[in-house]
T-cell receptor, first 116, second 115 residues
Framework: AQKVTQAQTEISVVEKEDVTLDCVYETRDTTYYLFWYKQPPSGELVFLIRRNSFDEQNEISGRYSWNFQKSTSSFNFTITASQVVDSAVYFC?????????????FGTGTRLKVLA | DAGVIQSPRHEVTEMGQEVTLRCKPISGHNSLFWYRQTMMRGLELLIYFNNNVPIDDSGMPEDRFSAKMPNASFSTLKIQPSEPRDSAVYFCASTNVGGAYNEQFFGPGTRLTVL
């Protein structure tokens, strides 16, 4: 069965600290996609990144970076030099291509608080 | 280009009343998803449509919930009769399902409060 675990319920850091949000997934499918979304206090869900199961290259976008490791079924998200505006709930999601449904399974989210 | 549009943004109603939530997906997208978000259950997929056809409604909690997509640019989620436990934020998302696997884009959500 497919499952996404975000074990960190809430993290608090001081501005300019680096922080890593963990995401561990379970799937029996060999082809799948992983996603990260940000939900700021205003409530909308903002897409951050998509990664397919055949692409294990790490990605960096400004202060954001993602580390995908199939060996440990993890897709972790690091924010470098965090800022107050990074305060939000971050969701990791999995979608199995083999199911043909394009459904997402979301983790329970990690609430990040960046203190000034 | 406009994103996913949802209305109303906030809805307060009394138990037993009918509630209709509306969604306009991004133009050109062929798949639409309805989600519900609560503190207790997180983000749950209720139903999704592909080319206006319901594909999977296994997440619809009970017969009080129904969803329609009469055309490619409009969908509704109806709750009749509403109950206090239906209070949640309801999100609509759309994407283009085809050769490439694309991410879903979410609307701003409708915050529903049933008294």
């Amino acid at each position: 069965a497919q499952k996404v675990t975000q074990a960190q319920t809430e993290i608090s850091v001081v501005e300019k600290e680096d922080v890593t949000l963990d995401c561990v997934y379970e799937t029996r499918d060999t082809t799948y996609y992983l996603f990260w979304y940000k939900q700021p206090p205003s409530g909308e869900l903002v897409f951050l990144i998509r990664r397919n199961s055949f692409d294990e290259q790490n990605e960096i976008s400004g202060r954001y970076s993602w580390n995908f490791q199939k060996s440990t079924s993890s897709f972790n998200f690091t924010i470098t030099a965090s800022q107050v505006v990074d305060s939000a709930v971050y969701f990791c999601a999995l979608s199995e291509v083999g199911s043909g449904t394009y459904k997402y399974i979301f983790g329970t989210g990690t609430r990040l608080k960046v203190l000034a | 280009d406009a994103g996913v549009i949802q209305s109303p943004r906030h809805e307060v109603t009394e138990m037993g009343q009918e509630v209709t939530l509306r969604c306009k997906p991004i133009s050109g997208h062929n798949s639409l998803f309805w989600y519900r978000q609560t503190m207790m259950r997180g983000l749950e997929l209720l139903i999704y449509f592909n080319n206006n056809v319901p594909i999977d409604d296994s997440g619809m909690p009970e017969d009080r919930f129904s969803a329609k997509m009469p055309n490619a640019s409009f969908s509704t989620l109806k709750i009749q009769p509403s109950e206090p436990r239906d209070s949640a934020v309801y999100f609509c998302a759309s994407t283009n399902v085809g050769g490439a696997y694309n991410e879903q884009f979410f609307g701003p959500g409708t915050r529903l409060t049933v008294l």
